[in-house]
């Protein structure tokens, strides 16, 4: 296959599109590829006019995705359907290996209750058109359901989001926001009362670990382009997960995430206990000391092991063989650095990524242990909703799945960024010292969004 510059892509799969009229699948998605020299994909996906806009970049940055459109677009707003859920993994499980149809989207971080605007509960989508990247090889791919349209109508659709694609356009340089006011939710105050309550013996006997967390809301005279402030903190930390969905004009959620929920490949999972944190050092000897000093710590190395066992006593049930490395080591950010353990499984023929989610999601780096009275107390008494923040977000297809846990992320609307921190509460905690680690947690986007 000759590679192509895009445009000349873009006119191949459009007369592609034109020759179909006779195809004979009637029913599922079917895929247009060719392959394409690719421009920047952030810039490529800022420049766009068409909704909705997806951004997917794995930590080992082996693969980039930028989508726009919709031609299979999965919505959860007032209750997530599980037999639903259950009957569109299957249906996308059985596509031929042929075809690499991918389901973006995320699932909130507690999808009892009620989620944001636009995000829902789940949701859950196929672009029209993606640009994927996969180490030096590009490819344009455009998709039809055929199970939602007659294939002359979903040929239309396709031709016109083909001929109202943009060019890729420079990103602007980050200008820094005028902040007119910041509030925090819950504020010091309250999230004091929170952690000594959850650190006091008779709570602490029942549930021994609870991730408090804070929306910091910054009202700005003008909302910042989101993909501008994704690729710049993609320069900060690369080493991240980086995904973003703009379903509208009016709102994105964008995150620059370290944590993997899983990876699986066929039936081979790899997952990780991320938890335990402490800043980076200013110097390398002062950095070194300081990951020694986060390894020996009873507390966080006490939390690691909360969220190792517990991921690894879910995926028991539903794997031949079970493993996870030792000893901890260190996963190091910009600004601050974790304690990382790697679990891995090779899953039971039958298991599903929708068994996968609903075992894995959400950890107790995010939520708790154990998880349903941890997630109860979240939910009556941290004072905001959390939405897809701590949600798990990524891309189910046949042979490939991944999804990364949205802990450093925000939330883009009109005159409002959201931003989110957690941190996990055991005995012993202090309610200065967990104040100031989510500072420490913002402390990157904050540097890219505010003046200090």
Not at 298 to 322: C, W
């Amino acid at each position: 296959m000759s590679v192509l510059p895009l445009s000349k892509a873009v006119s191949s799969l459009s007369d592609r599109l034109s020759q179909l009229f006779d195809h004979s699948q009637t029913a599922g998605i079917l895929q247009l590829v060719e392959e394409v020299s690719l421009p920047p994909l952030m810039s490529w996906l800022a420049a766009q006019q068409q909704f909705p806009k997806i951004y997917w970049q794995g930590r080992d940055r082996y693969e980039e995705v930028a989508g726009v459109g919709s031609c299979l677009d999965l919505q959860f707003a007032e209750a997530v359907d599980d037999e639903k859920l259950l009957q569109f993994y299957q249906q996308q499980r059985s596509l031929p290996r042929t075809a690499d149809v991918r389901f973006y989207g995320g699932v909130a971080f507690d999808r009892r209750l009620e989620s944001w605007p636009e995000f829902g509960r789940a949701r859950f989508l196929v672009p029209r058109i993606e640009l994927r990247r996969c180490e030096d090889k590009g490819l344009l791919i455009v998709n039809l359901n055929l199970s939602a349209q007659p294939l002359s109508e979903q040929i239309s659709s396709a031709q016109e989001a083909l001929a109202a694609l943009q060019a890729a356009q420079p990103l602007p340089p980050p200008i820094k926001t005028d902040v007119q006011t910041r509030v925090d939710i819950p504020d010091f105050a309250r999230w004091s009362e929170l952690v000594t309550e959850v650190t006091s013996p008779n709570f602490n006997r029942d549930t021994p670990k609870v991730v408090l967390s804070r929306q910091t809301k910054l009202q700005v005279a003008q909302t910042p382009d989101p993909w501008t402030v994704l690729a710049c903190w993609q320069g900060r930390n690369p080493t991240s997960f980086q995904f973003g969905f703009q379903f509208s004009p009016e709102r994105s959620f964008i995150s620059c995430t370290p944590e993997r929920l899983y990876r699986r490949q066929l039936n081979e999972l790899v997952t990780e206990a991320l938890a335990g944190t402490t800043v980076r050092g200013l110097t390398e000897e002062e950095d070194e000391q300081l990951a020694q000093q986060l390894l020996d710590d009873h507390k966080n190395s006490h939390e690691n092991q909360f969220v190792g066992t517990h991921i690894e006593s879910e995926l028991r049930p539903l794997s031949a063989q079970v493993f996870a490395d030792e000893p901890l080591k260190i996963f190091k950010l910009n600004h601050i650095q974790h304690l990382h353990r790697v679990i891995k499984a090779r899953l039971r023929t039958e298991v599903s990524d929708f068994q996968l989610l609903q075992a894995l999601h959400p950890t107790p780096a995010v939520g708790g242990f154990p998880k349903a009275s941890a997630l109860q107390y979240i939910a009556s008494h941290e004072g905001y909703t959390r939405g897809w923040y701590a949600g798990a977000c990524g891309f189910l297809s046949s042979q490939l799945s991944e999804f990364a846990v949205a802990i450093r992320s925000a939330l883009l609307e009109p005159g409002c960024i959201n931003l989110y921190a957690g941190a996990g509460i055991l005995t012993g905690s202090d309610p200065v010292l967990e104040w100031q680690e989510l500072e420490n947690k913002l402390a990157t986007i904050m540097s890219i969004l505010v003046d200090f």
